[in-house]
Nanobody, 114 residues
Framework: QVQVAESGGGLVQPGGSLTLSCAAS????????MGWYRQAPGHQRDLVAT???????NYADSVKGRFTISRDNARNLVYLQMNNLKPDDTAVYYC????????WGQGTRVTVSS
């Protein structure tokens, strides 16, 4: 049973942009807050950004000013617009509620490299 499905990752040069999308199941999309998380090779999975049903947002310091999270409550979609990407942003990106449920998707891989 798929709870979330992330898409939109890829290979991008430093300074480039990507927009990630997440389609969430009804049960997860009902959560007051949704989040994007990322896991870089050899690191734990970290919370990157959150958005509430009222579109209140919060960001990790490392992405503040570069990433924008948003959600479409009617369609159970969550987005992450990523600008001015850096090599340190290379990771697999996941969406989930915040706090997270145990149900993780496959994630979408973002590679920032020249």
């Amino acid at each position: 049973q798929v709870q979330v499905a992330e898409s939109g990752g890829g290979l991008v040069q430093p300074g480039g942009s990507l927009t990630l999308s997440c389609a969430a199941s009804e049960s997860i999309a009902r959560s007051y807050a949704m989040g994007w998380y990322r896991q870089a090779p050899g690191h734990q999975r970290d919370l990157v950004a959150t958005v509430t049903r009222l579109q209140e947002t919060n960001y990790a310091d490392s992405v503040k000013g570069r990433f924008t999270i948003s959600r479409d409550n009617a369609r159970n979609l969550v987005y992450l617009q990523m600008n001015n990407l850096k090599p340190d942003d290379t990771a697999v990106y996941y969406c989930n509620s915040a706090p997270a449920t145990p149900h993780w998707g496959q994630g979408t891989r973002v590679t920032v490299s020249s």
